[in-house]
C-alpha cells in the first residue's frame, strides 16, 4: 500500500527512513503549537480553539501535501503571517479577528486559482528577487521586534519611543537565556533544539511558581469559539483589499521558496530548478490555508524545517503525512501549551527571525538600487509595526529609485502597476 501510494521503493526510500524523517521534521517545528495560539490570542482568539485549530490545519496541510503532492514537505500556520494578523490586521488596523479570518480565507482561495491557472510563475518572475528578498528580512526584523516586545526585553518610552526593559526580571532574563540555548543546540546540529528550549524554559518558569501547573494530557479543547467564524462582509471592504494582498503576497513568496530549497536538498528538481508536480504542491498549500482559516487559524503554509526530515533521508509523501499524525497527537497535550508562558516562546520567534534575516548577505549592497529597498522594507515593517506598509514601501521604493538613478527601464510593467496602486492607496486610503 506504501509503495502504490508514495512509490517508496522507486525514490530508494524506505517506510523505516520515511518514519524517521518524519518524526524528525515534527520536532523541529512543533514549537508553533505553543507559539501560534498565544499570538493569536492576543486578538482575541480563544487559545484553546487556536491550539486545536494549529494542530488540525497542520495535519491536514501535511495529509494533503503526502498523499497528494507526494514531498517530504510539512505545512503549518506560518510565523511572519499570524504576527501581520494579530498585530497589523487586528490590533494594528482595528479589524476583528473574525475579519481577519475571511481575509485569510480570501487569499487561500486566490491561491489557489492562481497555482491552477498557473499564473503564479508569470507572478514570481515579474517580481524582482531584490524585493523577495527584502520581504523576507522584513518579517525578520517585525518577528524579532515582537518577540523583544512580548518578553519585555524592550518597552515603551514616551521619550525615547522604545528602551530597554528591566532585563534582571525572571520574563526577559529567561527569553535571554531560551534564545542563547536554542542557538547553541543548534550549532551542535540538535534539531529540536527549538522545543526543548521551549519546554526547559516553562519548567524553569513553572519550578519558580511563575506559571501555574494544569495537567499536560486532557481531551482537546473545543474549537466552537473559532470554528467558521469568518465575517466575510466586512472582508470585502476595499480597504482590505491590501490585507487580502499582503497575506497572498508573503504565502506565495514564502510557499515558493520554502518548495525550492526542499526540492533542492532532496534532488527532486532538475538542473533548470524545475519542480515536478508543483502544482499539486502548492495546491495543498493553498488547500490548508483555506481549511485553516475555517478552523480558525492564521494562513498555513509550507515549513522550511521540512529540510531537517529531508536530510535524514525523507524523499516521499509519508515523512509529511507522519508529521500530520504527529499534529493530531499533539491535541492531547493541551494543558502544556497553555502553561507555556510568552517569554518562553520569545527565544523560537528571535531563531526564526535570525533565520529569515539571513537573506541579507545576498543583497548587492553596492547597489544603491538595490540597497535602498531592502534597507526600507528592513526598517519600515518593524517601525510602523505592518507587514504590508513593509512591502509596499518596499515596491515603491524601488520604483523610484530605479527612476531617480536612470535605470527605469529595469522596473516590469507588473511592479510599475503594483508601485502605483501603493501610492494611490497612501494617497486615497
Partial sequence: MFEQLFKINQQGSSVKREVIAGITTFVTMVYIVFVNPAMLAEAGIDQGAAFVATCLAAAIGCFIMGFWANYPIALAPGMGLNAFFTYGVVLGMGYSWQSALAAVF?????????????????II??????????????????????A??????????PATLVQLGDITQAGPLLAIISF??????????????????????????????????????????????????????????????SVIFAFLFVDLFDTSGTLVAVSQKAGFSDEKGNIPRMGRALSADSCATIAGATLGTSTTTSYIESVAGVSVGGKTGLTAVVVGICFLLMLFFAPLAAMVPAYATAGAILYVA???LQNLKLVDWDDMTEAVPVAVVLLMTPLTFSIAHGIAL????????????????EVSISVWILSILFVVKFAVL
Fill in 394 to 409: 518596499g515596491f515603491i521604493a524601488y520604483t523610484a529609485v530605479k527612476v531617480m538613478c536612470n535605470r527605469g527601464n
Fill in 148 to 157: 523583544l516586545k512580548n518578553s519585555g526585553i524592550i518597552v515603551a518610552s
Fill in 106 to 122: 480570501f487569499s487561500g482561495i486566490i491561491f489557489l486559482l492562481l497555482s491552477l491557472f498557473k499564473v503564479r510563475e508569470w
Fill in 125 to 146: 518572475n515579474a517580481i524582482p528577487l531584490v524585493l523577495k528578498r527584502a520581504i523576507a528580512t522584513g518579517i525578520g526584523a517585525f518577528l524579532a521586534l515582537i
Fill in 180 to 241: 542563547f540555548f536554542i542557538a547553541a543546540l543548534l550549532y551542535r546540529d540538535i534539531k529540536s533544539g527549538v522545543l526543548f528550549s521551549i519546554l526547559g524554559v516553562t519548567a524553569i518558569a513553572l519550578s519558580l511558581g511563575l506559571v501555574e501547573y494544569n495537567g499536560i494530557v486532557s481531551m482537546p479543547p473545543s474549537l466552537a469559539p473559532t470554528w467558521m467564524e469568518l465575517d466575510f462582509a466586512s472582508a470585502l471592504e476595499l480597504s482590505m483589499l
Fill in 354 to 356: 535570525v533565520l529569515m
